[in-house]
């Protein structure tokens, strides 16, 4: 920076200073808002945030098929739990989708409130909201939406299911554990997932089994 002859003393550390902070704020501005890297697997976001989340290994359940009321294969549930000792660990990312949907390609694309595929994640801290109720996320909100891509699908039991999260946005919601109520939050906030892949061997399960 060229200061004038004339800029002495407190004069040349009030521009000085001024010239840092409005550097400082362009760099704030400019370059902190992350942005997903379309090469990049295991991509989330919490309203606009990076997200860390590490799942432990998955399992796969498929209703319908052999032995059933059901004459084929009809739906997948996918159980990616979040990482821990608990013998019983939550959820994490789970997702559950009818076959059927995928009968024209490999990779659809769902609208919030789909029958055809849900997503849902509850983080493994479990953010409380007011009068102590849980925090999750779900496509099964209206403004959600989820692109999943298939890449293998062997339907039988101890099948290989493989496949990835092209991308999803999912809006959160509490949920009250004495009565099973969901509500939408005071502020909305949202979850957004990129080429997040999955790997399970599907267990063969019947309409009612838990």
């Known amino acids: 920076m060229i200061v004038p002859k004339a800029m002495k003393g407190r004069e040349m550390k ?9 550097s400082l704020l362009f760099f704030v501005s400019s370059g902190c808002t992350p942005k997903p890297d379309p090469n990049k697997d295991y991509q989330m976001f919490l309203d606009g945030s990076v997200f860390l989340w590490e799942s432990a290994p998955g399992v796969g359940y498929l209703y319908g098929g052999e032995g059933s009321f059901v004459p084929k ?4 549930r996918v159980i990616l739990p979040n990482l ?8 994490g990312l789970e997702i559950m989708f009818d076959l059927d949907s995928f009968a024209k390609g ?7 409130g789909s029958d055809g595929l849900i997503v849902d994640f509850s983080p493994s801290y479990r953010p409380m909201g007011r009068n102590g109720l849980l925090a999750g996320y779900s496509s ?8 999943l891509r298939l890449d293998e699908v062997n339907a039988r039991n101890r099948g290989k299911l493989k496949g990835k999260i092209i991308y999803a946005r999912l ?11 969901l509500t939408d939050p005071p502020k909305p906030f949202k979850l957004e ?4 892949p999955f790997e399970v061997l599907l267990e063969q399960k019947y309409y009612g089994d838990q």
Request: charged share 10%; hydrophobic share 35%.
């Open 140 to 147: 099964q909100n209206l403004k959600s939406t989820v692109t």
């Open 84 to 91: 821990g000792r608990n013998q019983n660990p939550l959820p």
């Open 106 to 112: 490999n990779q659809v694309t769902f609208s919030g």
């Open 171 to 181: 809006w959160g919601y509490f949920y009250n554990c004495e009565t099973g109520e």
């Open 14 to 22: 009030t521009a000085v200073s001024r010239l840092f902070l409005g």
């Open 73 to 76: 294969p009809a739906s997948v």
């Open 193 to 196: 997932i990129w080429n997040w």
